[in-house]
């Protein structure tokens, strides 16, 4: 998995908390664990654009190739 350095976004921002909230989700050890990353990702979608959302997504899915 990369790390999350690469992620191509402002730090700081609702698309960059997105991502990391995402990968926590995909890379989550367990379900309680994921079900908590989602609803964090969930929250903070909330406050994203279309299309911020749909930025965190692919770059949420390339860091956890």
């Known amino acids: 998995m990369k790390t999350l350095s ?3 976004a402002v730090a700081g921002t609702a ?10 989700a995909i890379t989550a050890p ?8 989602i609803a964090l990702a969930e929250s903070i979608g909330a406050g994203c654009t279309k299309r911020q ?6 770059n949420a899915a390339k860091l956890t190739k």
């Open 6 to 8: 690469l992620i191509p």
């Open 30 to 37: 367990d379900q309680a664990r994921a079900d908590r990353a």
């Open 53 to 58: 959302v749909a930025t965190a997504k692919r």
């Open 15 to 24: 698309q960059a908390a997105l991502t990391r909230a995402l990968v926590l």
